[in-house]
């Protein structure tokens, strides 16, 4: 089960997704009208025009279509940005499209067909679902009535087009005991490599995938410094910071083949991190100093583009805020808990010495993230975190966590010298929070992180600094996908490594990680591509580890 969105999907979508079960063709987009407002990433469709007959308002938002120049998608076929699924529970799992085609009417609807074979021959439903304009006409439809533990096939259809064939899968049911295969990455930036690992992960055999934010850059083209490969790939606009702009980088990212056969192999579970709005922004306090009041706007209008692109079992955003954090239970195996790591934290420390390191300035570590009411999860969530790991019936408790929680003390040094957007910026709510995770019921606890574009595998004891302090959860951070690691840091590793023998492993390069979990071990994979820059890059095991039920950190 999929417990306490807090916030439901809505009861029209649900019943509009599943319960029409009747056969029907769609209503397409066959009128010979331009549609009223046709999406933002088209750039063969005519300017806008109020000439349609329909009642429906017309979106707020100019589209901008002259900012927004288009690569592939916006012809004739609607599904050009691919399918998903994701948030399954024992009955159910969200099926997701987006289409994007010249002459969408305001109102589009979709038929979505679920069936046990992928020829469509063992129908379980099919159905209509009604996607809008003012939501970039994306579809959740929630697929239900399915059995636990069973994975199925779907389809999106309007008119002669038909979508890709995805597969997606049910949970096992509660008090059931089954292994779960899960893979999980972060971090994948267009212009830093090609998507070799997504296709390596099509083809994997795994039945979820944890995503654990970056999904998308806000930077303009060549920002940043990023080391772009060789003119592969450039963002085709500048930094995003409206809804449009957000669309069109989503769409430009789910252009992508081997990220839409990823996404069509196997349900995610998603979460966000800072690029999906801002670098390294906290809570209203951004990278830049905006104003909060602009920010807000801003990412209100991120929020609203992340929620139309992904397979995420949420209602669409409303308000200044939005609960993404959740639970995903895998029997009596795995409950996994989506942490948001960005909408109500605190500003990152700046009462540290600072220490310039490679290039990047780091801090020591100060008063502030000593200060245990500085938090990075804000209170409430925290509070929710600590329910859902003392009562949620998995066996390994994992936390879906964006940025490193084992600590990294950069220098040798009596005060540890820290990067304070990570965990260690939020160091006394950290070992508060820790102790309090570690006081509930749960057996085992296991952290996925991402954010750092490099792999580690960690021991987290609750004082990163103090290694008389007990460990109380192993973490595993997974490589990029794409999202390269600072060359200028490269260097620093091995004495970084010697200073923190909390970190068992370290590995600076791009690919994702693989875990096998049981009632008796969890084992984990670290996979890594030869070249990011190579869209046909190989990829080999680089090295694995195992914990043990009942036993924190790796053996
Ligand atoms: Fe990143
Ligand atoms: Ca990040």
Redesign the pocket.
């Known amino acids: 089960m999929t417990s306490n969105p807090g916030t439901p999907i809505s009861r029209r979508t649900a019943i509009a997704g599943v319960v029409g079960a009747a056969i029907t063709a769609c209503t397409s987009s066959d009128s010979g009208e331009p549609a009223g407002d046709t999406v933002a990433e088209s750039t063969t469709a005519p300017e806008r025009t109020e000439s349609t007959t329909t009642a429906a308002p017309t979106t707020t938002e100019a589209p901008r279509i002259d900012a927004i120049p288009s690569p592939a998608y916006a012809g004739d076929n609607p599904f050009v940005l691919g399918i998903a699924s994701g948030d399954p529970d024992e009955t159910s799992v969200v099926l997701w499209t987006r289409l994007v085609a010249n002459d969408l009417a305001l109102e589009q609807d979709v038929a979505v067909d679920v069936a046990t074979d992928d020829t469509f021959t063992e129908l379980v439903s099919s159905s209509l679902t009604t996607t809008t304009a003012d939501h970039a006409h994306s579809a959740h439809v929630i697929a239900a009535a399915l059995e636990p533990n069973s994975w199925y096939s779907y389809r999106f259809r309007v008119g002669d087009h038909t979508s890709p064939v995805g597969r997606s899968r049910t949970t096992p049911r509660p008090g059931q005991e089954s292994p779960m295969r899960l893979g999980f990455s ?4 267009w212009e830093s490599g090609g998507y070799a690992a997504h296709r390596h992960l099509a083809e994997a055999d795994l039945d979820l995938f944890v995503w654990l ?2 999904y998308i ?1 806000e930077y303009g083209p060549g920002n940043r410094g990023v080391v772009s490969s060789a003119g592969l790939r450039e963002h085709d606009s500048p930094e995003v910071t409206d809804l449009a702009g957000y669309r069109g980088r989503y769409a430009l990212y789910k252009s992508d083949p081997a990220l839409q056969s990823h996404h069509a192999a196997r349900p995610w579970a998603v979460t966000w ?3 999906e709005i801002d670098n390294n922004h906290a809570g209203l306090t951004t990278e830049d100093g905006q104003e909060e009041t602009a920010f807000l706007e801003r990412r209100r209008a991120a929020h609203q583009a992340w929620w139309e692109h992904m397979p995420v079992r949420l209602d669409p955003p409303s308000g200044d805020t939005f609960r993404i954090h959740r639970s995903i239970h895998w029997g009596e195996t795995a409950s996994i808990h989506l942490l948001d790591g960005r909408q109500y934290r605190d500003p990152q420390p700046t009462d540290g010495d600072p220490v310039e390191l490679g290039g990047v300035v780091v801090q020591t570590l100060g008063p502030t993230a000593n200060d245990p009411a500085h938090t990075m999860l804000g209170t409430e969530q925290e509070s929710w975190l600590i329910d859902a790991v003392d009562t949620s019936p998995g066996r390994w408790q994992v936390l879906g966590n964006q940025v490193y929680m084992h600590g990294l003390n950069a220098l040798p040094g009596e005060v540890p010298t820290i990067n304070t957007d990570s965990w260690d910026g939020y160091h006394g709510s950290r070992r508060a929070l820790l102790e309090a995770l570690a006081g509930t019921r749960a057996e085992n606890l296991v952290v996925l992180t ?4 490099a792999a580690s595998v960690g021991d987290v004891h609750t004082d990163p600094f103090d290694r008389s302090s007990p460990v109380v959860a192993t973490e595993f951070m997974a490589p ?1 996908i794409s ?1 390269t690691f600072p060359a200028s840091l490269r260097p620093l590793a091995p004495l970084a490594l010697a200073v923190n023998p909390q970190i068992r492993h370290f590995d600076p390069d791009n690919g994702f990680m693989t875990c096998v979990v049981d009632g008796a071990t969890w084992t984990t994979e670290l996979h890594i591509l030869d070249d990011v820059t190579d869209e046909a890059s190989g990829i080999s095991v680089r090295a694995s580890f195992a914990i043990t039920n009942g036993t924190a950190g790796v053996a």
């Open positions: 972060s971090c994948q930036n934010g970056d850059y991190d800072d690029h991402g954010d750092f574009h990029a999202s």
